[in-house]
């Protein structure tokens, strides 16, 4: 057991538990209640209001993660949400300052650490088993798996990291998808069409005829968490990602095989499912609800069901004694900081290549659900340097496909700062000579202005016009842009309890 009365910091953490510690020694980062709440719709209902930001419908906010110590129709499971719901509460958790989170991943990825097996005595995520083919096997009374609206077509397992192999060469890769429960051991699982690593290994095996074995580990280290959300071109097929996560550590990630398929699960999850996804085979993601309704996504819509999506074939649950089942809001800032954060770093490190010392930082922006815009930071040293920044926004865009909107500014504004950026755009930017657009580019499918039907201009779905808004000052004129300077004071003199 840890020790709670020790300060703990990043460097104790080692899974969910470790995490929840550490929270527990700072203020306003975790509350817990002991007041029963009701899976379907009312425990994301309540979070919605203490801590969910992001995307999700006002009034929402900004604040601590939660633990939900009762959950009706489940005597030891525990649920946590919004571990991530918080750009400082990341940095808490990996021991970096927040603005620098992005440098911090993109040195991780520099110095990626493999993961390891251990045995399945050392695994704490196989201390309770149930296989399904035990006579009264049901995921659905085993695990809580919340609903976000009353509207959704199943509970959702929103937090589950998928970790399988390449069926030919054993590559292996993890990733996050949207998981529905349809009924006692089945899972559905929604793959965005070329947009995911586990998907293309799905299709390769499915065209041999075969079932892609994987598992489903829940409640794991947050480095985990975010660490699985990098995509190409930083990490290209075969990269796997729990590598990011064993920098971030300095030690690798511990994975166990698992019992009843040939996959791995990582060793000191909370729960991890092991199952395999059946060639051929699909189901209707609202087959009980029939609305075609999914659940809320990250752009802060409800997502649309899909008519076909690949089942996935449950064999056992299995999980540490009194697990803690993690979940998520989809629209809420925890999303931002999951693909945000990855999706900074792989614009830092694919600008800095190009260009060294220019691109000083980048935000990916919580209006965006950490996808589709980022406010890059550019520094113009030489006269040269003026038309780079653009070049760099260009950049950005290939390093994340899914990218829609940059907003570039100069090394004096604060890139996390609303205000100062908007600052930027009314007294930096003229809207018809620093507007670049890019029609008829790939973009992200939930984008719902991303149809035909909204623009004449767009000719299939998922298809966008990126925009890049150049706030930044021509080079030759930066003399005229200084902002007003202030005397340097220190302010505990006067106030001695102020926090900066």
């Not at 998928?162 to 069926?167: E, H, N, R």
């Amino acid at each position: 057991m840890l020790d709670k009365t020790k300060a703990l910091n990043a460097t104790s953490v080692t899974d969910l538990r470790t995490a929840l510690a550490l929270l527990e020694q700072h203020e306003n980062q975790l509350v817990s209640t002991s007041e029963p709440v009701d899976p379907m719709a009312e425990l994301s209902g309540v979070y919605r209001y203490v801590g969910a930001g992001g995307t999700v419908m006002r009034p929402t906010r900004e604040g601590p993660a939660m633990i939900f110590d009762k959950v009706k129709g489940y005597d030891d499971v525990r649920v946590v949400i919004g571990l991530l719901a918080s750009r400082k509460r990341v940095g808490l958790l990996l021991g970096c300052a927040p603005e620098a989170l992005g440098h911090h991943l993109k040195n991780a990825v520099e110095h990626a650490m493999a993961p390891i097996t251990v045995s399945q005595s050392e695994a704490q995520c196989q201390e309770v088993v149930h296989k399904a083919s035990d006579p009264d096997f049901d995921i659905r009374t085993l695990l809580p798996a919340p609903t976000n609206t009353e509207e959704d077509a199943g509970p959702y397992i929103t937090m589950g990291h998928l970790y399988a192999s390449d069926p030919v060469t054993g590559e292996s890769d993890i990733t996050i998808h949207r998981i529905c429960v349809q009924n006692k051991d089945e899972l559905s699982i929604y793959f965005v069409p070329g947009g995911r690593h586990i998907g293309a290994m799905r299709e390769k095996a499915e065209a041999m005829g075969q079932a892609l074995p994987l598992t489903i580990s829940i409640g794991i280290d947050p480095a985990i968490n975010i660490a699985a959300c990098f995509e190409p071109p930083t990490t290209p097929y075969g990269f796997d990602e729990l590598s990011i996560a064993g920098a971030l550590r300095g030690k690798p990630v511990e994975l166990v095989d698992a019992l009843t398929v040939k996959a791995k699960g990582i060793a000191n999850a909370e729960i991890v499912i092991e199952g395999e996804l059946l060639p051929d085979v699909r189901v209707r993601e609202d087959q009980y609800k029939q609305n075609g309704k999914a659940m809320p996504e990250f752009p802060g819509y409800t997502g649309g069901a899909q008519p076909a999506l690949p089942v996935f074939k449950v064999k056992a649950v299995t999980h540490r004694r009194n697990p803690i089942l993690q979940t998520v809001i989809g629209p809420s800032h925890e999303h931002v900081s999951m693909a945000g954060i990855p999706t900074e770093a792989s614009i830092l490190g694919m600008v800095e290549r190009a260009m060294p010392g220019r691109l000083l930082n980048v935000h990916a922006h919580p209006s965006g659900g950490g996808k589709y815009l980022a406010v890059m930071q550019f520094k113009k040293g030489i006269p040269s340097d003026q038309g780079r920044e653009r070049q760099a926004a260009l950049l950005a865009f290939a390093a994340f496909s899914e990218l829609k909107h940059v907003i570039l500014v100069d090394e004096d504004v604060d890139i996390f700062d609303t205000d100062d950026v908007l600052w930027a755009m009314q007294t930096r930017y003229q809207g018809d000579v620093d507007t670049i657009t890019i029609p008829g580019v790939r973009c992200h499918p939930l984008d719902p202005s991303q149809r035909p039907d909204f623009s004449p201009f767009i000719n299939a779905p998922g298809v966008s016009c990126k925009t890049i808004f150049d706030c930044t000052v021509p080079f030759d004129l930066k003399d005229r842009f200084h902002r007003s300077k202030f005397m340097e004071v220190d302010v505990k003199r006067f106030l001695p309890d102020f926090v900066g």
